[in-house]
């Protein structure tokens, strides 16, 4: 399996941005397919997940209502659609891949990850 995550950059705070995250290698029925983020010293958290199969999705509480997350199955690619976006939102994002069982929530459910892809917020 290899993930692909693109779409960082810039962004002004009170701006949006898209990330997407290529995933190949197999097909992903039954997956789960997540958003974990790490800022500047900090340790790597959810942010968000989806199953691919039925689109089930699980959003940490400091994302709820700004972050939406996505999947479209004949691209086989999945995305994070970020609005409002706040100065702590600042990391780099990864995308990551389980099956189907365990927390959606706990990264060392994950068994592929992809490179990240960096979003810096402007205050």
């Known amino acids: 399996v290899q993930l692909q995550a693109s779409g960082g950059g810039l962004v002004q705070a009170g701006g949006s941005l898209r990330l997407s995250c290529a995933a190949s290698?197999?097909?992903?029925?039954?997956?789960?397919m997540g958003w974990f983020r790490q800022a500047p010293g900090k340790e790597r958290l959810f942010v968000a997940a989806?199953?691919?199969?039925?689109?089930?999705?699980y959003y940490a509480d400091s994302v709820k209502g700004r972050f939406t997350i996505s999947r479209d199955k004949v691209k086989n690619t999945l995305y994070l659609q970020m609005n409002t976006l706040k100065a702590e939102d600042t990391a780099v994002y990864y995308c990551?891949?389980?099956w189907g069982t365990g927390s959606e929530e706990m990264e060392s459910w994950y068994n592929y990850w992809g490179q990240g892809t960096l979003v810096t917020v402007s205050s």
């Open positions: 989806i199953r691919w199969s039925g689109g089930s999705t």
């Open positions: 290698g197999r097909t992903f029925g039954g997956y789960v």
């Open positions: 990551a891949a389980k």
